[in-house]
C-alpha cells in the first residue's frame, strides 16, 4: 500500500523589516506567497490527498487553505509542525547590520551542533517524524500534505537520509512551498522526493 506525505514549507511571508520571525504571531503571507500557495494547490489538483495538516502559525494556516479548500477538506493543525525555537526571533540577522554583529549574542552561538541559540535539531526532527507518521496513519494509501516550515522540514529529511543534522542554513534545499514527498510502502519509507511546484528561492534570505 503506496502513501506520499508531502512535508510542505509555506509560502513567502509579508516581512518588510527582514527579521527572524520565528513563532512570533500576526506573519501573514504576502501577495507572492499567496499565489505560490495557490499554484502548489493547482499542482496537487488532481492528487489523491485525503488530509491536509499544518502548524499553529499563520502562514502555515494560510498556505494550507487552498489546498484543503479544492479537495473539500478541513485543515488539521498540528503543534509538532511548529517553526523550530529561536533565540534571535524578532531580531535582524543579516551579515553586517543584524545580530549576529553584537558580542552580546555571540555567546548563543557556542554550539552550533545542537545548536545553542535554539531547539535541538534532534528534537525537531523526532516531533517531525512524529508528524510524518500521524500524517501517514491518517492517509494509508492516499496523499496527505502537512504544511510546515523550512528548518523542521530540512531537518526531517537529513534525519531520514542518516544524514548530520547541523548543516549550513545558506544551502538548504527547501524552497519557499516547496514539497519533500516522503513516499511509503505500507510503513516503510522507501523514497523521499523534493519538488518546485512554485519555483526557486533563494536561502540565504532571512525571513523570506
Known amino acids: 500500500m503506496k502513501t506520499i506525505v508531502h512535508m510542505m514549507r509555506h509560502g513567502e511571508v509579508h516581512n518588510p523589516d527582514q527579521i527572524l520571525y520565528g513563532r512570533l504571531p500576526g506573519f501573514r503571507l ?17 492528487h489523491d490527498i485525503a488530509a491536509v495538516f499544518a502548524s499553529p502559525l499563520q502562514r502555515a494556516q494560510e498556505t494550507a487553505t487552498p489546498i484543503a479548500a479544492a479537495h473539500g477538506l478541513d485543515i488539521i493543525t498540528n503543534d509538532d ?14 551579515v553586517g547590520d543584524g545580530a ?16 545553542s541559540w535554539g531547539e535541538p535539531y534532534l528534537q525537531i526532527a523526532h516531533r517531525m517524524l512524529s508528524a510524518a507518521n500521524l500524517a501517514r496513519k491518517t492517509g494509508a494509501g492516499h496523499e496527505v500534505v502537512c504544511v510546515s516550515h523550512q528548518l523542521p522540514v530540512y531537518t526531517l529529511r537529513r534525519f531520514l537520509e542518516g544524514r548530520r543534522l547541523w548543516h549550513d542554513p545558506r544551502i538548504r534545499q527547501c524552497s519557499l512551498a516547496s514539497l519533500t514527498s516522503l513516499v511509503y510502502d505500507g510503513d516503510e519509507l522507501v523514497d523521499i522526493v523534493y519538488s518546485e511546484p512554485a519555483g526557486a528561492s533563494d536561502p540565504r534570505i532571512t525571513g523570506a
Do not use: C
Open 100 to 115: 549576529l554583529s553584537k558580542p552580546r549574542h555571540w555567546s548563543k552561538l557556542r554550539d552550533p551542533f545542537t545548536p
Open 30 to 46: 504576502g501577495d507572492n506567497g499567496r499565489a505560490q500557495a495557490q499554484v502548489v494547490a493547482d499542482a496537487l489538483a488532481d
Open 81 to 94: 509542525l511548529i517553526e523550530a525555537d529561536n533565540q534571535f526571533e524578532g531580531l535582524r540577522v543579516s
